[in-house]
Structure formats: C-alpha cells, structure tokens
C-alpha cells in the first residue's frame, strides 16, 4: 500500500476515467494526481471556486475536469493540457431555486455529483430535485426530473454508494448507518434480494477489481472485501487497514 499526502479530504472522490489523471476535492481545493504504473506525480492544486465541492469527473477525451461544489451550487471546470495540468478554468454556477419535501437541505441548488456519458454531463443536483444534462461542459442542454422526492443524491451505475455487479444483473447498495450492503435484482422490477455485514463501519464507497468488491469503512479505518458468486456476496475478509477511506479506485 502506498500513501499520498492531502490535506484534509473530507469529501473527495477519484475522477472516474480510464486515463491516468486522478483528481479529489479538499475543502475549497481541487487537487490532480497522475498515476503511470507505480508512479504518482502531483499535478496541481487550485481553488474550487466554490463551497463544499464533493465530486470530480474527467471527460471521455482527458480533457475537461469537473467539480461539483455542493453548498455554492456552481460547477468548477479545469480545461487540461496534454499533460494532464489545468490551461484554463471557469465557474458555472446552476440556476437559483430549490425544490423537494426536505425544506432544510432543498433551498438552493446543491449539485453532488457528476457523471460523463459520451459527449454529454449529467449533474445530480439534491437540492432542486432534478437531474441536469449538458453537452459536455459547455452549458445547459436541459433538465430532467429525477423522479424522487428526497432528490437524486447519486447517479445509478458509477459507484459511489451503488455499482452495478460485473454481470450487470444486480445493484450493489451501501447503506451507511446500520453499515450493511443490500443486493437489488435489476428489471422491470427491481427488488432487494439480500442484505449482509458491511464489514465495516460507515461504508463510505464501493469499487469492483475483477469479481472481488472493494469497500470503503470510513469510520473502520478499514477497506472490507467480497466475492462476487452470481447472485451473492461472499465476504472475504478485511483486504487493507488505512485512515479514513472515503473513495477507492481498483485497477
């Protein structure tokens, strides 16, 4: 195991893409990493421009990266250069309002998430209830009703807090709290088909290598383990003690 230095990641998240440069949030920070084999290598460290930001992507090409700052309702995004360094950035802030039962937390826009699928960016924003589409990173393309009435917290299907299973016929749920994984069958009408023992505490993000589940024990100190066996989860014991795991990334 291997360790780099971030000053106080309390919120922070591996830029979900397959090319070699890593990001995560700090409070008010956005910091980038480049991983080549055994290699790190810190690329920068600038401002969010925002409070709270939560969640970073890269896009499809390697060369946009975007954050979502939850309490300034605004997306940070960082033009790359070739080698991964920001050569540009701007501040766009998502339209005033919120909306949804939960008065406290849906009173302004609150994005949490955000998610690259082809040349488009999909935003959860928990605090107008909705689900934001743009064409890249560009600006609004329109807006979808997420269909929840406690506001979309996490995109299905790009791992924080839910994964789908290598075979894609089920949903893997971490419900931090009572610290179990529920196991949903997807379909026309998903259902939970089991619930087991995290293994630890606060299961703070989920992460597949193969058919073996990483999780994430914040409050563990911990990163349990699980085989997958087609329809179950089989644990496998405790695979890595470290301080604080919020976000995996398996390769």
């Not at 605004?74 to 501040?91: N, Q, V, W, Y």
Request: proline share 10%; with cysteine; hydrophobic share 35%.
């Amino acid at each position: 195991m291997r360790e780099i230095a971030c000053p106080t990641p309390r919120s922070w998240s591996p830029a979900e893409d397959d090319g070699p440069t890593r990001g995560c949030v700090a409070p008010r920070r956005l910091h980038g990493w480049h991983l080549g084999g055994a290699e790190i290598e810190e690329l920068f460290t600038v401002p969010s421009g925002g409070g709270e930001p939560c969640h970073v992507a890269v896009d499809p090409t390697g060369r946009l990266l975007v954050a979502t700052n939850y309490a300034g309702g605004s997306l940070a995004i960082l033009t790359l250069d070739p080698a991964g360094g920001p050569a540009a950035d701007g501040l766009y802030p998502l339209p005033a309002g919120g909306s949804g039962v939960d008065a406290a937390r849906q009173d302004a826009p609150h994005p949490h998430q955000a998610v690259f699928d082809g040349d488009l960016l999909y935003v959860t924003d928990l605090g107008a209830d909705l689900i934001r589409r743009y064409p890249g990173a560009r600006g609004p393309a329109g807006q979808r009703g997420a269909g929840t009435a406690r506001g979309p917290c996490r995109a299905a299907g790009h791992r924080p807090d839910l994964t789908r299973t290598p075979d894609g016929g089920h949903v893997i749920v971490a419900n931090r709290g009572v610290d179990t994984l529920g196991v949903v069958a997807t379909g026309p009408e998903p259902r939970q088909v089991a619930e087991v023992d995290a293994g630890v505490k606060w299961p703070q993000h989920l992460a597949w290598s193969g058919s073996r589940l990483y999780v994430a024990g914040w409050d563990s100190d911990a990163v349990s383990c699980f085989d997958w066996a087609g329809s179950s989860l089989r644990p496998a014991g405790i695979a890595v003690r470290c301080g604080e795991p919020g976000w995996l990334l398996a390769e």
